[in-house]
């Protein structure tokens, strides 16, 4: 069974610091793996697809990464407003699936 | 621009059914798919399953095979989404999202379906 592993669950940092969250899957998944960011009473918003390429309107302090099956998401020079959930996803399998989550405070 | 626009909350009786539209403008409606993703109280997200908006042919997650049927009216440029047999455990904010240029790229605002005896 295909499982995604999203770490850490909790990622306190400070404003201006670098938050590093990873996302590792069992089983080759190429590049198909994309982030998005959330907000408490919202739906979930695109930050990066294809491993690394930022959605449109994305800051350039969000930048995707892979190497083999794991995938990180870095967010350089918090801000305020980036303080959020943040989830992975896979489309290479179905059924598709989701990381459990970084809460990033 | 894109919008994808969901019908309001709902409340049912364990074992009955409930039925959210998902209405989408702003787009090429037969180009890509659509998802729908559910988000219980306080938990992560779960894929339930896909349609593809031209020949309206689904991929459903196990979990839901049976009890999940989506649909789609080319006419009005709506999805819908029938989820069957309802538990408690099924209340959850109910999202689609727009499968585009990017997996999930677009959301719809979230229907909070509770079930409830």
């Known amino acids: 069974e295909f499982v995604l592993t999203q770490s850490p669950a909790t990622l306190s940092v400070s404003p201006g610091e670098t938050a590093t969250l990873s996302c590792k899957a069992s089983?080759?998944?190429?590049?198909?793996l994309v982030w998005y960011q959330q907000k408490p009473g919202q739906p979930p918003r695109l930050l990066v697809s294809?491993?690394?390429a930022r959605a449109a309107g994305i800051p350039a302090r969000f930048s995707g990464s892979r190497s083999g099956r794991e995938f990180t998401l870095t967010i350089s020079g918090l801000q305020s407003e980036d303080f959020a959930m943040y989830f992975c996803?896979?489309?290479?399998?179905?059924?598709?699936?989701f990381g459990q989550g970084t809460k990033v405070e | 621009q894109v919008r994808l626009v969901q019908s309001g909350p709902d409340v049912r009786r364990p074992g009955a059914s409930v039925n959210v539209s998902c209405k989408t403008s702003?787009?090429?409606?037969?180009?890509?798919?659509i998802s729908w993703v559910r988000q219980a109280p306080g938990q992560g997200l779960e894929w339930m399953g896909w349609?593809?908006?031209?020949?309206?042919?689904?991929v459903y997650a196990p979990k839901f095979q049976g009890r999940l049927t989506l649909t789609r009216e080319t006419s009005t440029t709506t999805v819908f989404m029938e989820l069957k047999s309802l538990r408690v455990d099924d209340s959850a904010v109910y999202y689609c999202?727009?499968?585009?240029?990017?997996?999930?790229?677009?959301w719809g605002q979230g229907t909070l379906v509770s079930v409830s005896s």
């Open positions: 294809g491993g690394s």
């Open positions: 702003g787009y090429s409606f037969t180009s890509g798919g």
């Open positions: 999202a727009r499968d585009g240029d990017s997996p999930l790229d677009h």
């Open positions: 349609i593809h908006v031209t020949n309206g042919a689904t």
């Open positions: 996803h896979q489309h290479n399998f179905s059924p598709r699936s």
């Open positions: 089983e080759s998944i190429g590049n198909n």
